[in-house]
DNA sequence: TCGAAACGATTACGACTGTAAACAATGACG
DNA sequence: CGTCATTGTTTACAGTCGTAATCGTTTCGA
């Protein structure tokens, strides 16, 4: 155990396409999913049953059992798995200060004006 | 070659360790590094040494000679380190939107509102 | 009924990571 | 001068990740 303590089962890159899989629609078979996401990324069918058992083992997605074949579906919620991607962005690379993130993006100008404009609108909200 | 194609040198969570003393004081020796890094890290000599390696290795830190030993120093900023690994997430997790970035932390409650009222600072200078 | 198709499970394998230990060369101290 | 400490280099080794191939079993169509 000498790694897995600092990394309590992240979801990987290649894991993560498989999972807004499921995200957008859910439940599928392995097949589906192979469908709907080694299209793009052109993984084998093989592929993409390695990573749904990945996922299982991790506790990620949930497989009720159809027949002789699974249904898949997200045990952990979008948003969660967001929340904790974000909050973890800005604890290692801003000290945990969002508002400094946001000064990066700004000072980097990789805000669009669209962007600016939305949030604009988000923060009248927030102070309701 | 199979996955550095989709993974261009990146620095992993131990190398930004280094980085990061690399970042607040620079040149240093791998001595030093270990003194400051280590410390909090519990990471032997040897470890940060195989990090200054690594790194050397992904041309993200550059080696001077000074008599028998070796001066770090940081080739890449972390500003642009920083810019790019939140550009990573945000493409990632936001279609590339950096106000839905925004929207979520908010949404999540994970804005203070300290966070809130320097956002509102910067909005304004953003804005001329 | 018999072979092909479909499925999950097992095994594979090289690259990357975290974490060092072992080794070789050299320099400093007694 | 000999030995210990220092420093970079090489080797190690288990765990994760990307990407499959293979295997064993079951089912479906001819």
Redesign the pocket.
């Known amino acids: 155990?000498?790694?897995?303590?600092?990394?309590p089962?992240?979801?990987?890159?290649?894991?993560?396409a498989v999972m807004e899989a499921l995200w957008t629609r859910s439940p599928l078979?392995?097949?589906e999913v192979a469908d709907s996401v080694?299209e793009e990324?052109?993984?084998?069918?093989?592929?993409v049953?390695?990573?749904?058992?990945?996922l299982?083992g991790?506790n990620a997605i949930a497989?009720q059992p159809d027949?002789?074949?699974?249904l898949y579906s997200p045990v952990i919620a979008r948003a969660d798995f967001v929340g904790h991607e974000s909050r973890r962005l800005v604890d290692r690379l801003f000290g945990g200060k969002a508002a400094s993130l946001f000064a990066h993006l700004a000072e980097a100008e990789a805000l669009s004006d669209a962007d600016i404009e939305e949030i604009e609108v988000l923060l009248r909200e927030l102070r309701k």
């Open positions: 155990m000498t790694k897995q303590a600092a990394n089962d992240r979801i990987s890159d290649a894991e993560q078979t392995a097949a080694g990324r052109g993984w084998s069918l093989a592929t049953k390695t990573l749904l058992s990945r299982v991790k497989a027949g002789r074949r699974f």
